[in-house]
């Protein structure tokens, strides 16, 4: 069984501090210094306008002229992801990166190590721990979604249907066939 881990908006709850700054305002990651002027990852509430990420941000700021930028944190992203991947490896699992916030790992034999509670852990904030960092980085790791399948594919698409601490398996083709 193949355990995807995804941390919706990643690397914008990093930016803006955590989650709750991102709920109400509508929110768009700055474009990096010296770069093309797109917006990145965005708010829930900036989707709304019909902003999405990689829109010129001229056009993002006519739709929405309260648009929050946020300017991006590329080093805070970097350590929270490391924390949140060193936790992953924590469990034995030997996780494949596929860009922040998105991870996938085997949890066949994990799920015998840990008494078949790997993903209970995952969904019960394990992500998120009590260690030494700051309360804003437990913040952003706590919203985790979880996603099972037979396959990488199958997990991802399960992630991305899965609710925080509530997390979706689908087992094959029977179940993506009735998905959009």
């Known amino acids: 069984m193949i355990v995807c881990v995804l941390l ?14 991102l709920l109400g305002e509508p929110a768009a990651l700055a474009p990096e210094p010296g770069r093309e002027l ?14 999405h990420a990689g829109m010129r ?8 002229p309260r648009l929050a930028l946020v300017p991006p944190d590329p080093m805070g992203v970097a350590d929270a992801w490391e924390l949140a991947l060193a936790r992953l490896e924590s469990l034995g699992a030997e996780v494949e ?34 260690g030494p960092e700051p309360e804003r980085l ?6 985790a979604r979880i996603g099972q399948g037979p ?13 925080v601490r509530r997390p ?13």
């Open 97 to 130: 990166s596929l860009r922040p916030g998105e991870a996938c790992f085997d949890a066949s034999g994990l799920q015998r190590l840990h008494c078949g509670r790997v993903v209970r852990m995952l969904c019960d904030g394990y992500l998120a721990g009590r």
């Open 57 to 64: 941000m001229g056009e993002a700021l006519a739709r929405c």
């Open 151 to 163: 396959t990488r594919f199958c997990a991802m698409v399960a992630a991305h249907g899965a609710r």
């Open 168 to 180: 979706q398996r689908i087992s094959g083709a029977a179940d993506l066939a009735s998905l959009p």
């Open 138 to 143: 437990r913040r952003v790791l706590s919203g």
């Open 8 to 21: 919706d908006r990643f690397e914008l709850a990093v930016a803006a501090g955590g989650r709750a700054g």
């Open 38 to 51: 797109f917006v990145g990852e965005v708010s829930q509430a900036a989707e709304t306008f019909g902003i």
